[in-house]
């Protein structure tokens, strides 16, 4: 239980939530994201339940699937991604734009946005990016760890390689279609590259803070300090590893949401809780049910009403609205 005020609040806000894998669990056969579920993280009431209002739907290409099937299983996961939302239309519906979003949210309903986890799904063609933009895809995460024909992944940082030719002119257009680029998983050299070529605010869809936890999959300050001033956003990731590395709690999430806060500014933090995509979770953040506890932590952290809204969704928000136009 929260109390009254950030339950009030928790309801009131716009509450987005930039990555979850729970996709594949649908894909697989194992649950329906219609039906509420004692397994994972997620699903529609469960979403519902945790306030959860603009939810970005990770189509994650996984391993076995690269490089040569990535479009194949991508339009794969699509497919189930659009039954399932169809067949759950009274609670949930795909957002394509910012007005979409505004629209689905006052109906009540859960906006859904495709996102791609991994640009293999591009099969190195610029001509295939298009189509994924007008099959729904409104933000892509350039690669995963490994290396990809756009980018060096944050596995590879050995390597020093960061975006490759194609990967610039990917960014490029990605700007041009009104498509979000995302930084999370990617190398260090690929995350300057993005910021030498971009011309539109960019996002880490679920990374937090290395100088709270030293993990490569979170961003340095010099990363951060770049991130804020082209007007981007990080969703703070609850992966137990990215973190703490010894005790991970939701206090410990709170802790990098002051830490960028302090360094940045409220207005270049959000959630991005990689649900379903992890085995584990912080004490205290078990599903997606337990949402409302950040609004209750922020607030007892003296978070202001507006930082809280910012926070909890007007961040990624303002980003949609200004990439996506509308």
């Known amino acids: 239980m929260v109390s009254t005020k950030a339950g009030d609040l928790h309801s009131r806000f716009t509450v987005v939530d930039t990555h979850v894998d729970t996709l594949l669990a649908a894909v697989h056969g194992i649950r329906s994201l219609g039906v509420r579920s004692h397994s994972g993280h ?7 339940e945790g306030g959860v209002d603009v939810q970005f739907f990770a189509h994650y290409i996984e391993p076995d699937y690269k490089p040569d099937r990535g479009l194949l299983r991508f339009m794969q996961i699509a497919d189930v991604f659009y039954r399932e939302v169809e067949e759950n239309s009274d609670i949930a519906q795909v957002a394509l734009s910012a007005r979409d979003i505004q629209r689905i949210t006052w109906e009540g309903r859960i906006a859904c946005i495709l996102a791609v986890e991994g640009a ?3 099969q190195g063609d610029l001509s295939v990016l298009r189509m994924l933009h007008r099959l729904g895809v409104r933000c892509i995460g350039l690669t995963w760890n490994q290396r990809n024909q756009l980018a060096d992944g944050v596995g590879e940082m050995r390597t020093g390689g960061g975006l490759t030719t194609l990967g610039v002119k990917a960014v490029r257009e990605m700007n041009r279609l009104g498509i979000i680029v995302d930084v999370s998983h990617l190398s260090d050299p690929g995350f300057w590259d993005v910021v030498d070529c971009t011309d539109q605010p960019f996002i880490a869809t679920h990374s937090n803070a290395r100088s709270v936890c030293d993990h490569p999959r979170n961003l340095t300050d010099e990363q951060i300090d770049s991130l804020a001033e082209r007007g981007g956003v990080m969703g ?3 992966a137990p590893a990215f973190v ?30 990689d649900f379903d995509g992890i085995r584990d979770t912080p004490e205290g ?3 997606v049910t337990r949402m409302p506890r950040i609004t209750e932590g922020l607030l007892e952290r003296g978070y202001s009403d507006d ?6 969704g007007g961040n990624f928000l303002r980003v949609c609205r200004q990439v996506w136009g509308g």
Request: hydrophobic share 45%.
């Open 307 to 312: 930082d809280v809204q910012a926070i909890l």
């Open 42 to 48: 997620v699903d529609f009431p469960r979403l519902r």
């Open 285 to 287: 953040l078990e599903d």
């Open 244 to 273: 703490d590395a010894e005790r991970a709690t939701l206090d410990r999430v709170l802790d990098h949401v002051d830490y960028i806060s302090d360094r940045v500014g409220p207005a270049h933090v959000g959630l991005g809780s």
């Open 120 to 122: 293999e799904a591009m």
């Open 236 to 238: 703070m990731n609850f």
